[in-house]
């Protein structure tokens, strides 16, 4: 292992803007990096009475000791996390927490992901790759600068497909319209595996039931603990309650209650609002580095 002078359990090590409030972060954690796995996800907190945010460990060195993850600046909690500056110690980050991706060798596999979510793509879509798949990627966002992860993406797939909602890059509308496009050309693919927005995924299973494609999706409930012991990430598939922390993040997307799941994203909208508007009011800054 290099010895990363000065580094404690969780020091930020490298920083980097990938787009308009996305940011990447490598946080030094040697047990987490030797432990972590395609799909799974670290519990971070910036400060002692910070919220715990759940995000997708993006990439990892087990040698040298640390683990990526990408972000966006949308609430309190992702704002303060943006402000850490390289150097700076975290207050916590616990994991690797989750199941890992189920990972074998399928045949044809695409890979689906929007928005900031792309980079939790990027590792499982290696893993597949690494694992003698054919990977087929999908990606995309609202504009071509918000598009993040395109040459990593790149760089382990065989194909590549690009959507924008607004047709600044590839193909104009949303990756269900790019996952379409490409069934309808006679595409045969043997598993769809989606990360994104809820809205996203919904549209996406639904594409891949009208084919008759197996289709697992990485949820992102609200999460508080992530231990399954508060239960506040539970989300219900054909019918029965799974908590996405522990028995997930990843489920049959096709069994997967989409409805209930937008609604419970939905129940701590006014507090959270409430929460970045006395931030903001405080001196707070979205987007922006301290310095």
């Known amino acids: 292992m290099i010895k990363i002078y000065g ?11 990938l787009a308009p409030k996305i940011k990447e972060i490598d946080i030094y954690s040697p047990r ?51 402000l850490v500056d390289i150097g700076e110690d975290l207050y916590h980050v616990s994991g690797p ?8 060798r399928f045949g044809t596999v695409a890979v689906v992901g929007g928005g900031v979510a792309v980079a939790a793509l990027y590792p499982v879509a290696r893993a ?38 607004d047709g600044s890059r590839g193909i104009r509308g949303y990756v269900s319209s790019a996952l379409e496009k490409i069934f309808s050309e006679g595409l045969k693919l043997d598993l769809v595996w989606i990360v994104g927005p809820v809205a996203m995924m919904k549209m996406c299973s639904s594409v891949a039931r009208r084919y008759g494609v197996r289709a697992v999706a990485s949820l992102n409930p609200i999460m508080v603990c992530g231990i399954g012991m508060c239960g506040a990430c539970r989300v219900r598939v054909y019918g029965k309650t799974r908590f996405a922390c522990l028995e997930g993040p990843e489920f ?6 989409w409805n209930e799941l937008e609604l419970r994203l939905q129940m701590y909208r006014d507090e959270e609002n409430i929460s ?15 310095t």
């Open 7 to 17: 580094a404690t359990r969780y020091t930020v090590l490298r920083k980097r803007i």
């Open 32 to 82: 987490i990096a030797r432990a972590a796995r395609a799909g799974q996800f670290v519990m971070v907190m910036v400060d002692r009475v910070s919220e715990r945010i759940p995000l997708t460990i993006v990439d990892w060195d087990r040698e040298d000791g640390w683990i990526r993850v990408v972000f966006q600046e949308v609430g309190v909690s992702t704002i303060k996390l943006g």
């Open 97 to 104: 927490h989750g199941v890992p991706t189920h990972i074998s």
């Open 128 to 165: 597949f790759k690494e694992a003698g798949n054919r990977v087929v990627a999908i990606i995309g966002a609202r504009s071509s600068n918000l598009l993040i992860y395109e040459d990593k993406v790149r760089s382990i797939c065989d194909e590549l497909y690009i959507s924008t909602d």
């Open 252 to 257: 049959d997307a096709l069994g997967v209650d």
């Open 276 to 290: 970045l508007r006395r931030f903001l009011e405080s001196g707070g800054c979205i987007g922006q580095d301290k």
